[in-house]
C-alpha cells in the first residue's frame, strides 16, 4: 500500500503544470468533458502501460526527433484551431465530432507525454520495482497521472464558464502556440542541428505560423 501510494503521489505531483496539464486546459475549449477524459484515460493507460512493462520500448523505436516533431505539429495545429470563434467550433461539434473527438485527444496527449517526466518516472519505478510489482507501479502512475490532468480539466471549465468570452480561446492559442515552438526547437535540437541554424529555422518557422495565423484571422473577418 506504501509502494502504491509513493508511486501515485509522485506522478500527481510530477503532472502539476506540465505541458499536457496545461494541454488538457486549453482542450476543454474544444470538446466535451467525456471526450477528453475519455481519450485521456485510454492515452494514460496505454503509455504507461508500454513504460511499465517494456521500459521504453516505444521511444526505442521512434527517434526522439520524429516524436518531437509530430508534437510540435500538434500543438500548432490547436493553436491554429484556437482562433476559431466559439460559435463556429459549437456548430463543428454539433456535425458528429463525438466520434472522432475521444481519439483526437488520444493522439495529442499520446504524442505529447511520450518522453515526458511522467513516462520516464513510471519507467523508473518500473524498473526499480520490476516485474513482480508491474501492476501496482502501472496503477499507481496511471491513476496518479489521470488525477493531475482532470484536475487540469476542471480548471478548464470553471475558467470557460467564469472568464469573458474568447478568453480560453486566447489562452488555449497562446499554450499551443508556445508549447509547438518550443517542441519543434528541441525536434531540430535532436537532428543534430545547433547554434544560428537552430535559431534562424526556429525563427522561420515562427515567421511561417504567424503568417498562418494572419490569413486564419483576415479569412475569418471576410466571413
Known sequence: MMLFLKILLTEFIAEMGDKTQLMLIALTNKYKMRDIILGTA????????????????????????????????AFLYFALTSLKKDDEEEDSSEKGNFKFAPLTVFCTFFVAELGDKTQLTAMTFG????????????????IGLFAADMLGVLVGKLLKSKMPEGFLNGLAFVIFAIFGILTLRQGLGFLGISGAMLLGLTAAAVVLFVLVCVLIIVKQRKA
Do not use: R
Not at 508500454?50 to 505539429?73: E, H, M, N, R
Not at 524498473?127 to 496511471?142: F, H, K, P, Q, T
Open 127 to 142: 524498473a526499480n520495482e520490476g516485474l513482480s510489482n508491474a501492476l501496482i507501479v502501472w496503477l499507481a502512475c496511471s
Open 42 to 73: 485510454v492515452a494514460i493507460l496505454v503509455l504507461n502501460g508500454l513504460a511499465v512493462l517494456a521500459g521504453g520500448f516505444v521511444g526505442s523505436l521512434i527517434p526522439d526527433w520524429l516524436i518531437k516533431i509530430i508534437a510540435a505539429a
